[in-house]
């Protein structure tokens, strides 16, 4: 709304609850910004390969556990299946 001009400066900062200087700040940094929006950063990438080695660490430990703690409950009697 802002970069098309339909509404004031003042009236966007009053229905948003935002400083009209903060709006002037965001609107002089936008264009320069802009180009930067949808490319995918280096540290962005290397962090999204973080995430996903340890989501399968994760994974791999729950199913390792998921199975001791079922042949404990076998072994133990505490299993209602295996009566």
Known sequence: MMLKEEKTVAQIASEH???PG???RWKRQAP???PHLFTESAALRQQTQEHEDTLTALCAQIGKLTTQLEWLK???G???QSR
């Open 78 to 80: 505490l299993d209602p």
């Open 17 to 19: 609850s935002i400083h």
């Open 74 to 76: 076998k072994k133990s």
């Open 22 to 24: 903060q709006l002037h």
């Open 32 to 34: 320069e910004n802009f």
